[in-house]
Every structure is written in C-alpha cells, then in structure tokens.
C-alpha cells in the first residue's frame, strides 16, 4: 500500500512543561551523553592501541561501543535541542530515519551482547577450542552479519509503519520517534505491524536472550569448579551483563508490546530510556572498569597523554 500520510510532520513530547524543568532534563541528558561518549571513546581507544588487548572479546567490544555512541546519538542531543528551544517539530522523512536507526541500533545492540555471552561460553567452557572457534575471520563475519541482517530488520519495520495512514492527531506521546507512538496515531488497521512485532519479539528478543541465559547456565556451571577467588571474577563481570540484557529486553517488550492505546503518562516517557540510553551508558562500566587488564591499559592511556603534555 502506497504512503498516504496526511500529516507533514510530528511533534515530540518534552518531559515538562515550565522551562526550569525542561532545563533541568536536558542538562540531566547531556552529562548522561557526554559521559556515555567519553567511557564508550575511551574502550576504543585503549583496545585499538594497546596490544595485549587483541584479543575477540575486546574487539567485541570495541565495536559495542562504536555502536553504543552511534545509538545515544540517535536520540538524546535532538530530545535536549527541542528542550532548549520548545521547538519539538520533526518532518515525516526525519521520523522515518530516527524510527529506522533506533530499530537499527537495538538490533545490533542485542545480537553483540549474545556474540559476547556466545565468547565468553567458548573462553571459559571451551578454552582448548577457544583460538579455533572464535578466530578472527570469524568474528568479523558474525559482525558483518549481524551489521546487515540490522539493516533489514529496521528496513523492513520501519517500511511496514510508514505504509500507514496517519490522519489522526501529529503529537507522538514520546520524546523520540519509535513505532509504537506511530501506531497510536495511525487510522489504518495496524494488526499486521502488532503481528510483525510479536514475531519479532519471539523470535530475534526471544531467541537471543534464550542463547544468552544458557550460555551463561554453562558458564555458571563450570565456574563452580574453580577457585572461589576466580569465580568472584566472573560473576563480577557476568551478573551485571545479564542485568543489563534483562533490563535492555523487558523495557523493549514492554514498550512495544504494550496494547496501542493513546497515553500521556510518564511511565511510558521513562520505558524508553531503558532501551535507548541506559545500556550505552552502563556498558563501558560493566565491561571495563570491571576488567583488570582494560582498567591497566586506561592507565597508561591517561598517564602517557599526561606526561606528554608537559
């Protein structure tokens, strides 16, 4: 069905209404911003120029936090300039392309936190077959892979919203453009967007926290048998990954999930936020100030471009 969208552009909700609030909220944003750059540069930096950190799991994560400041960007300096000015118009085509890329990135987000469990499976389980397993051909494939099957999966969702007619009120319940807000406002019949997003949930969400839950069954497992100084390491490390993957899914199923009905509530403002903010910033501080040998390579980092500024 051709777009035969009425509406030439939306508008964005701000989390307040008086100006000290919005103020408030997009200073709140941008330190959360900036410190979610600086952590995610900083990873890429110290696992590009340090040696002893190339290994699979920091390239990994290297390519996590390229991607985990491509994704904050997508929606927190726009959610802080329509705050700043009271300006929270966007056109149909800038809807599209936010709609698309935050698909897009979640996408990517989720199947690198499974790449990672699926790597540290193979390092603690299969340590002998670790070099075989995760070589280094294979890890730029499972990338690409994952890189490309992004594109179609957020082209395809993204395609299947905008088909929609929108001839009902412009005002998206939300300060970013995601689909769920878009349905709310469509007067078309919208039961195949909710089917194509429950298949979606069942099979991508479902099936890559599955795969992460029992990765780390087998990792638990076998950490049983080590040394009780060696399993704090890896618990340290390994309960916050799953903390971080059970918050990035639920908050993702209960926002799309959720029955299409108008809301202005807050709770579905803040739902977002888990999904498309918290994981980015929490990432460099799960897997790097916890990691003894990421946290050794920051420190001559800072102290090399310390003493060279002198």
Same mark, same amino acid.
């Given at each position: ?158 395609? %299947? ?12 319940? %939300? ?136």
């Amino acid at each position: 069905m051709a777009n035969s969208t009425t509406v030439t552009e939306f508008l964005l909700m701000n989390f307040a209404e008086r100006w000290q609030l919005r103020l408030l909220h997009s200073m709140l944003f941008l330190l959360i911003y900036l410190v979610t750059l600086l952590g995610n540069l900083l990873i890429v930096t110290v696992t590009t120029i340090d040696p002893k950190l190339n290994m699979p799991m920091y390239f990994f994560l290297r390519n996590l936090s390229v991607l985990d400041m491509c994704y904050v960007t997508v929606t927190v300096p726009n959610a802080c300039v329509n705050s700043l000015t009271g300006n929270s118009a966007i056109s149909v085509a800038g809807c599209a392309t936010q709609v698309f890329l935050v698909i897009y990135f979640a996408y990517v987000e989720l199947v690198f936190l499974t790449i990672m469990a699926r790597d540290r499976y193979v390092a603690i389980c299969q340590p002998l077959h670790y070099p075989v397993v995760m070589n280094y051909h294979c890890c730029v494939q499972m990338t690409l892979a994952s890189l490309l099957s992004g594109l179609v999966y957020a082209g395809v969702h993204t395609g %299947q919203t905008f088909q929609l007619t929108f001839c009902q009120s412009n005002v998206i319940h %939300q300060f970013f453009c995601d689909v769920p807000s878009l349905l709310r406002l469509s007067c078309s019949d919208t039961s195949s967007n909710f089917l194509l997003i429950l298949f979606s949930a069942i099979v991508v969400a479902g099936g890559c926290f599955i795969f992460i839950t029992m990765s780390y069954i087998h990792i638990f497992s076998t950490v049983l048998k080590f040394p009780i100084r060696e399993q704090g390491k890896v618990f340290s490390t390994c309960v916050p990954h799953i903390l971080v993957v059970s918050v990035f899914l639920s908050s993702i199923l209960s926002v799309y999930l959720k029955p299409s009905v108008n809301s202005e509530t807050i709770q579905n403002m803040i739902l977002p936020v888990f999904y498309t903010i918290v994981p980015p910033f929490l990432n460099p501080i799960i897997y790097s100030l916890r990691n003894t040998q990421v946290k050794e390579a920051m420190k001559k980092v800072v102290l090399r471009n310390f003493y060279s500024g002198k």
